[in-house]
């Protein structure tokens, strides 16, 4: 299957007082037409900054290399003009925070059908109507009583409903869910990722989900690629590599999950130390600070990826946990 | 259950369902409206308490200001003068008989045009409101776009001149700007006339607002419009000059500020043209601050109209409290000054219920 989403060895450096800074660094990501690709890993790991940087998103003085296509088509250096025609309509985007990415003072309507109308040349009346159907797709009560209506009206889970019906609303081939869940309360979470699970089933849209949340990648993503410091450092089925995660911080962050049985202090394992701060990476890999099965390679070297034959990808040389072989 | 309770119930409960009533909520409450009514009066009263008291400890003598050569040094036209505008009574008597006069809404006479400052007030408060409100349209209608240009073109030439004339524009006084205008508009150049609301001679229209440009208008007379039009434009330019810069200044500040927002970022996300995002998303983000700062403007402007007004012959509230005080008319100053507070009290109360009417999740006074 040609995929939807390819991006080759995407870099990117953003302007800081002390010059420019390498935050995403060689990043290879792909999703499948009609998927869920997951993408894992800390804050600050770049995950955030390879996304907007797809759309062409990131200030200006940020230098971004590398490749990133849409259905073949590049997407990395097009002119604005023709950004534009891609942003909202062929590859949309969901933020973190739906208070924040909504306009306080804008109704609901005004925000859900502008890009339609400019996107699809609907008229007022055919551009609020088709916002009718999409808050109604999204299951949002009254959707006809909501476009006159402002954001703060509404709860979290109400608002991020509404951001995945403006995101819908131009029949988008991709969707990109920045932690799309993160800001919402725990009951309201489940909610929403059944939405997105179920309208890539019923409009084949592929999403690309970004989360630090693995027990919400265990059960939607059909891949899964975990980011440490600017790089993928294992990527693969969201199965396998949750299943058997052949890269230290993987399995690190596994063991960090706390799980229902355990008590907080027995069942969570912390990994040891901090994530680098971009700009102040530790050479070779940048995870051997921290990592417990490191040897005096892996702070020489960057690891090159190693590809198994379920195209199960990870960048870790030593190997701790291959099969046959007890960590 | 009222309308008002059902809705209220709604907002509290987390989980609405069903149906959800088409509503638009007042932006005032009543509670609200009574409330800065009362301050208001207060406020009135504490003015003219000090305005009161400052005229009359004043090392000056309003019999001397007001009375001829002739009758300064005649014993009796000054006691008589005195006795008119019971200038001997004590303070407080003086101060209870104003307050006496007030409350039946009459503010006395004044001792230099003889009549009552109410109506002196009425006839020269349409010739101020005017001036200000061009004033303020010139501030808002140059100030905001220059103050998104300098926010866009942030740290760039285009940015630094602009913060630089801007700070000047707030730091040069008015009245002296006004000098420096005329003598170049007026006199060098002779684009403009010298000061009036018209030119010798010319007849005012007929009174509907007070208004001359207005007026004209309404009267459809076109000549007398570009008259009026003519004898406003130079001091209404001096008294937005200060605006403008604040405006700029504040603009710039407020499109930096709502620029970086998620909703811009996510309104870039759809598609949107980026004249569509600054006009829509970032400017309107940044109506509150406008809004308050064009009322400050505005304030400003009735301040600053006292010696304008004086420079270019302007009758109207500004040079009438000016006249005033240097002759030591204290009906005349009181009057004034009470006008004066009541149009800071109203201009800061439409900016509150502005701020109602653009940013839906306030609801003024709750």
């Known amino acids: 299957m040609t995929p939807v989403l390819e991006i080759r060895d995407l870099r990117v450096k953003m302007p800081t007082p002390r010059g420019h800074v390498t935050v995403v660094d060689g990043v290879d990501l792909t999703a499948e037409p009609e998927s869920i690709a997951g993408i894992a890993g800390e804050s600050g790991s770049g995950k955030t900054i390879t996304m907007l940087a797809v759309l062409g998103l990131l200030p200006p003085d940020a230098i971004v290399e590398g490749s990133a296509r849409l259905a073949g088509r590049e997407l990395i250096g097009l002119p604005e003009r023709e950004l534009r025609a891609v942003r909202g309509r062929r590859m949309a985007m969901i933020f973190q925070d739906p208070l924040a990415s909504l306009h306080p003072m804008l109704t609901i309507g005004r925000q859900l059908t502008d890009h339609m109308r400019a996107h699809l040349g609907l008229g007022r009346a055919k551009a609020r109507a088709r916002a009718v159907e999409l808050l109604a797709e999204v299951r949002l009560p009254d959707p006809a009583g909501m476009l006159d209506r402002h954001p703060h009206e509404f709860s979290g889970g109400m608002r991020q409903r509404v951001a995945i019906a403006m995101a819908l609303a131009c029949e988008p081939e991709v969707i990109i869910g920045d932690e799309p869940t993160t800001a919402l309360d725990v009951t309201v979470q489940a909610g929403i990722l059944r939405l997105l699970d179920r309208l890539r089933r019923e409009s084949g849209v592929t999403v690309v989900l970004v989360t630090h949340d693995l027990g919400v990648m265990s059960a939607l993503a059909d891949t899964l690629s975990v980011f440490y410091s600017g790089r993928v450092v294992e990527t693969g ?79 870790c040389p030593p190997d701790p946990f291959a099969a046959g072989r007890t960590s | 259950m009222t309308n008002a309770e059902k809705t209220d119930g709604r907002q509290t409960d987390g989980r609405r369902r069903g149906a959800l009533p088409r509503r638009r909520r007042s932006p005032i409450s009543v509670a609200f409206v009574v409330r800065r009514f009362l301050a208001t009066v207060v406020l009135c009263l504490a003015v003219t308490f000090v305005v009161f008291l400052l005229s009359n400890v004043i090392p000056a003598d309003p019999a001397s200001a007001n009375l001829g050569d002739a009758a300064r040094s005649d014993p009796e036209a000054v006691a008589a003068f005195r006795a008119k505008y019971h200038l001997d009574d004590g303070l407080l008597t003086q101060y ?102 018209l030119p010798v001679g010319g007849e005012p229209p007929p009174s509907v607002t007070g208004m001359y440009t207005l007026d004209a208008l309404l009267t459809g007379r076109l000549g007398t419009f570009t008259d009026a039009v003519h004898h406003l434009i130079l001091p209404a330019l001096i008294l937005a000059t200060p605006g403008i810069a604040l405006l700029t200044r504040f603009t710039r500040a407020a499109v930096l500020d709502v620029i970086s927002e998620d909703y811009v970022r996510a309104a870039t996300a759809k598609g949107l043209k980026r004249s569509t995002v600054l006009r829509r998303y970032v400017l309107r983000g940044a109506t509150p601050l406008v809004i308050t700062v064009s009322g400050l403007a505005l304030a400003n402007v009735f301040v600053a109209s006292v010696l304008v007004e004086q420079v270019f012959s302007w009758s109207g509230l500004g040079s009438y409290a000016y006249q005033s005080a240097v002759r030591l008319d204290f009906p005349a100053v009181m009057g004034a000054c009470l006008c004066i507070t009541l149009v800071y009290v109203t201009i800061n109360l439409v900016v509150d219920v502005l701020y109602g009417v653009v940013d839906p999740r306030i609801r003024v006074g709750s």
Not at chain 1, 238 to 243: E, H, N, W
Not at chain 2, 129 to 143: K, S, T, Y
Not at chain 2, 150 to 166: F, I, M
């Open chain 2, 96 to 197: 209870g008989e104003f307050l006496q006069r007030l409350a039946h809404g009459d503010l006395g006479t004044s001792i230099q045009t003889q009549q009552p400052v109410l109506s002196d007030l009425a006839d020269r408060a349409p010739a101020t409101a005017e001036l200000a409100i061009a004033a303020v349209f010139m501030a808002v209608l140059v100030g905001v776009p220059l103050g998104m240009v300098s926010a866009l073109k942030r740290d760039r030439p285009a940015d630094h001149l602009l913060r630089t004339v801007s700070l000047t524009g707030m730091s040069v006084p008015a009245f002296w700007l006004g000098l420096l205008a005329l003598q170049l508009f007026y006199y060098r150049l002779g684009w403009v006339p010298g000061g009036g609301r």
């Open chain 1, 237 to 315: 089925t969201a199965g396998t590599v949750l299943r058997r995660p052949r890269h230290p911080y993987t399995a690190g962050l596994l063991a960090a999950l706390p799980s229902p049985e355990a008590k907080v202090d027995q069942g969570v394992r912390p990994i040891p130390g901090t994530p680098p701060v971009p700009g102040d990476r530790p050479s070779g890999c940048a995870f051997h600070p921290r990592c417990p099965h490191g040897v005096d390679q892996c702070a020489v070297e960057v690891p090159a990826p190693v590809e198994l034959d379920d195209r199960h990808r990870f960048a």
